[in-house]
């Protein structure tokens, strides 16, 4: 039973290892793909796969092969990956605890502002290079295609996306009419008919985006917890592992008497050779 961590370490981590295979492989498959979206991934994909074959093989081989080494980096390298998962979860619930759009009358969909969002994010989204490279992504998964054909019916009775909503359309206030002379949003200014072009440098397009990564946030989050909560068990079962096989290495497995022998004490070799002697010692 003293080996059962040993096992149990041992197959969670052949597992992993596997299952790394599949993820350096998509990494891989996305750097030599040349669709915009895809990139964002291929980095952090590649470096995920690449930690958890590393690590999956020194947990492998300490476990099973009781090299008391290789589990101790295992345990380290787990211990900085808790930390720093438990800090990313964190750091993404405090950025994406604002936002959630606004309800507009008479509307199924919601409406979405730059300015409900938190610094972090909008700095993140308004710099030129990172928004390029998202404007080329949103224009690729033709979502604004999807709506094309809309009514004005549909868009009373039919819900957006987020991106749908803040991209594809000027916002719901904007009033065209000649005659107006109120000022109106600076996005009813942006929006232009040009398919290429429509609300894509509107605020209201970059807020649309930065609420599908605040829910797509908050879903990676729990998923984080949930991960959490396996590493850490990991991690104590590693631990004991990691004892066992210290424990393999001594000269004195588990379950073994530790003692030494007990020298005898000088009177004991002259009581054994004069026992009557010994008697009338005690005696007097």
């Not at 991209?167 to 008919?193: E, F, G, I, L, R």
Request: aromatic letters at 14%.
């Amino acid at each position: 039973m003293y080996r059962f961590s040993n096992t149990v370490i041992g197959f969670l981590n052949f597992f992993t290892l596997l299952a790394s295979i599949p993820i350096i492989g998509g990494g891989l498959w996305m750097a030599r793909n040349s669709t915009t979206c895809e990139s964002f991934l291929q980095t952090p994909l590649l470096v995920i796969g690449f930690v958890v074959l590393v690590i999956s093989l020194a947990g492998f081989i300490g476990a099973c092969f009781h090299v008391a080494w290789a589990l101790w980096v295992y345990l380290v390298v787990m211990l900085f990956i808790i930390a720093g998962l438990m800090s990313f979860t964190v750091f993404g619930f405090v950025v994406t605890s604002q936002g959630g759009g606004a309800e507009v009358p008479g509307r199924v969909y919601k409406e979405y502002r730059l300015e409900d969002y938190s610094p972090w994010l909008k700095s993140r989204i308004q710099d030129p290079r990172y928004w390029m490279t998202i404007r080329s992504c949103i224009l690729g998964s033709k979502a604004c295609e999807k709506i094309a054909s809309w009514t004005p019916l549909d868009y009373l009775e039919k819900d957006m996306s987020p991106i749908q909503s803040g991209c594809c359309k000027p916002p719901t206030s904007c009033n065209y009419n000649m005659a107006t002379t109120v000022a109106q949003d600076q996005d009813c200014y942006k929006w232009n008919n040009a398919p290429n072009m429509l609300c894509y440098e509107c605020d209201s397009c970059k807020a649309g985006v930065l609420e599908d990564v605040r829910r797509d946030w908050h879903k990676i989050s729990v998923l984080n917890i949930v991960m959490l909560v396996f590493l850490i068990g990991i991690y104590s079962i590693g631990c004991c592992a990691f004892q066992n096989t210290k424990r393999a290495e001594t000269d004195y497995p588990y379950g073994q008497n530790r003692m030494s022998k007990v020298k005898p004490r000088w009177d004991y070799y002259w009581s054994v050779a004069h026992p009557s002697r010994m008697l009338c010692y005690l005696d007097c």
